[in-house]
């Protein structure tokens, strides 16, 4: 049978990515197994996992108080086992003294280490051996030495391997080469055993040795005394199999969690690379669309049900691109704007020009003069206008607002007015309003100390204010009444300053309340000469208004008669609070 085509399985859609693009195009269609931030999640992950493991494998203080259990039953049993051989293995000499008798010895020895897995070795007062477990003594002085046979092979499987391999690399672990080897020379002898000396100078001696695969031989040596006269030194000798088979099983149960452990890591790792890198690789798509799209791409994906860092990027490009475009809209409708209200001056001035050189007439060509002039002052004051109004928004984000008393500043400023104005601005008022009524006026300022304190930029809302107070001027008969007022009040969002310029002009034409504040509102006043104003101005004012959190509005003021009798501007801002 053939091979089934297998379709691509979730594992591959979780872990393959489209490489990351430097640049238009670059990279395009290569596609790698795990992305460079998957593979950094997995690997942080992993050699956590890794850090863990090899401190639980390390097992140090576990595998020494295993050995220090072992020391201590051997220690016993060698204490019973001298404590026996003095008592029923003892021999007087002629001359007297006391000593160790071989032949009993020897099957005392042996029955006491029978039910044990311990050899024990009996040595003389002058180191030399007189019984060993493991050698059998028969008739004629022939004997048989005892080997432990090995465990039937079967690890001869994949699981003896294991074995052998572990067994191995502990033999290259540092504490397990710094052991003194085991060995055993043909004619024993106690001064080959440290442990047997320290016995026969009447201590106790213990010995951690390693055989030749690497396994642990331990040995104790006790004295074998009777009334206090040292005899010998039985020494019982142990191998560390069942230490390294208890380690090993433990390790073997840490390396089994270590593998579910690690498989279970490494699926979440990349569950979590792809719940990252995926919206991540969408998101700088859909930005690098953007960025090559020769129309209007809005394409980016949306996230907004993610509830977390990923989804609120996705929601803030979504609302940058929406910027970027308006502000784009913008820029193109300001230009379009711009090339409108030059060109008027600019056709004025062309046919102004080609009239005058065919006129002969001085006082015809005075006039002409005087209309060049007035367009050339109009070109002048737009394009400054437009500079402004171009570089505004970089400065407003730009300067650092601080706070300051918007009281004060809107006094001083109708002061300077009715200085400088004259009898046009003699109608120019101040006043203090409170919960909603006109009363106070400049010096009752000192008495309402910091209710009006706002935080701003005061240049840029002097700026707004004599746009106002240019426009109420503008609109009102001359000496007619201005009222600018200051109030503060509370609203859903807070407390507020509010200032408002009234006059007694013709008002705000129906349906353009909101009109007025775009670019290059055309409709003036009756009378005013054709190029005072840009246009401008309150355009400008209301970006000011608005960087500071504020709002303008406008609105025709009415006597009883419901009859138009001026207009009402009305700046609000956030108030700063009154204390310290």
Known sequence: MGKAKVSSSWWTRAVKWPAVKRGAGRHKGRWFFISPLSRRILTINILALGILLAGLLYLGQYEQNLINSEFQALTTEGEIFAGALGQGAYGTRNDGKTILRPDVAGPILRRLVL??????????ADGSLLADSRILLGSEGASVQVIDLPPPDDEARFAGIIVRLYEKVLTLLPG??????????????????????????????KALRADDSGGLVISVAVPVQRFKQILGAVMITASGADIDDAVRDVRFDILKIFGVALAVTVLLSLYLAGSIVRPLRRLADAADRVRR??????????LGNRQDEIGALARDLNAMTEALWQRLDAIESFAADVAHEIKNPLS????????????DDPRQQQQLM??????????????SDISDASRLDAELSRVIQEPLDLGRLLAALVEVHK?????????????????????????????????????GIESRLVQVLENLLANAFSFSPPGSRVVVRIDRSRDSDGERVIASVEDEGPGIPPNSTQRIFERFYSERPEGEQFGTHSGLGLSISRQIVEAHGGTIQAENRTDPEGKIIGARFVVSFPALSTRG
């Not at 080897?181 to 442990?195: I, L, T």
């Not at 799209?293 to 949306?302: C, H, L, M, V």
């Open 176 to 205: 397990r080469r710094e052991l003194t080897k085991y060995e055993e020379r043909k004619d024993q002898h106690a001064g080959d055993y440290p442990e047997a000396v320290k016995a026969l100078s009447g201590g106790t001696g």
């Open 293 to 302: 799209s020769p129309g209007r791409e809005r394409s980016i994906p949306n």
């Open 419 to 455: 200085t400088t104005g004259g009898q046009e601005k003699s109608g120019l008022v101040f006043e203090i309003a409170s919960d909603g009524q006109s009363g106070g006026d400049q010096s009752d300022l000192d008495h309402a100390e910091g209710a009006f304190r706002i935080s």
């Open 370 to 383: 005087g209309i060049i002039l007035d367009d050339v002052q109009r070109l002048d004051r737009l394009i």
């Open 115 to 124: 039910p044990t897995r311990t050899r024990a070795q009996l040595f003389n």
């Open 348 to 359: 004025s001035l062309r046919s102004a020009v080609e009239t005058v050189a065919r006129l």
